[in-house]
């Protein structure tokens, strides 16, 4: 009986963009994929039957991927925004998330208000390159991954990076801590949800096993294990 069950579980094709510790990232010495999304949709895919493959692409061609059929599910700590929400379905949040202003150390930016004019590196087709776009004057460099703009910043070729909280926070703790430093708080709350086509039910579903793994602590669990209390 288990067996066949096993056997015969359905696969839920997961897109992500895996350079983007701590939500998704390889395992160190390894292809597999870590982090809280990748955990996170792991459990959900069990609750709901489903056996979860990981399918890795650039961060801007995961809607499309979605709406192509190429994968069924997207979850890249994805920001639920407006004109996204044109375009694909989100689950319920399930973390909060905001944009960050990151410098060299001997920067003396002080907030976004001093980046006019300056170079700022981004990823591309996210909500810091849009951030970006805003700041008057500024040249905006975007980049494949969050790391490439990390590193425009390293070598001098960019003023400061835009880009999600926990990841320039986690990024401060690994490579970032020899040269860089953040700059004020956290700016707006940026809901991350799960991206399905539009009319999908997996929506639904999805949202249903969020619920369940929340009342049983395994999302607590999950979370506390990646972000402390
Ligand atoms: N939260 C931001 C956005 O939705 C950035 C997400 C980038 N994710 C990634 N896996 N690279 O635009």
Do not use: H
């Not at 070598?155 to 700059?183: C, H, L, R, S, W």
């Amino acid at each position: 009986e288990e067996k066949k069950a096993a056997d015969s579980a359905k696969v839920l094709r997961v897109g992500t963009e895996p350079v983007f510790a701590p939500f998704e990232f390889p395992k160190e010495g390894s292809k597999d994929l870590t982090g809280f999304d990748i955990e996170l949709i792991e459990a959900l895919g069990k609750k709901m039957g489903y056996k979860v493959e990981m399918v890795s692409m650039g961060f801007d061609a995961l809607i499309p991927a979605l709406n192509s059929n190429n994968i069924d599910v997207a979850i890249a700590g994805m920001t639920i925004t407006d004109e996204r929400k044109k375009v694909v379905d989100f689950t319920e949040s399930y973390y909060t998330s905001g944009l960050m202003i990151m410098v060299r150390k001997d920067s003396n930016v002080k907030s976004i208000d001093d980046l006019k004019g300056k170079t700022i590196a981004c990823q591309i087709g996210t909500t810091g390159e849009n951030k970006s776009r805003t700041v008057e004057g500024a040249k905006v460099k975007a980049f494949n991954t969050q790391d490439e703009a990390s590193l425009e910043l390293k070598n001098g070729g960019a003023d400061a990076v835009i880009g999600d909280a926990p990841v320039i926070e986690y990024y401060m703790t690994k490579a970032g801590k020899d040269f860089a430093k953040t700059v004020g708080e956290r700016m707006e709350a940026e809901p991350y949800g799960i991206a399905v086509k539009k009319g999908s039910k997996l929506a639904g579903d999805l949202n249903k096993a969020l619920a369940e793994l929340k009342k049983s602590g395994e999302y607590d669990k999950l979370y506390t294990k990646w972000f402390g209390e």
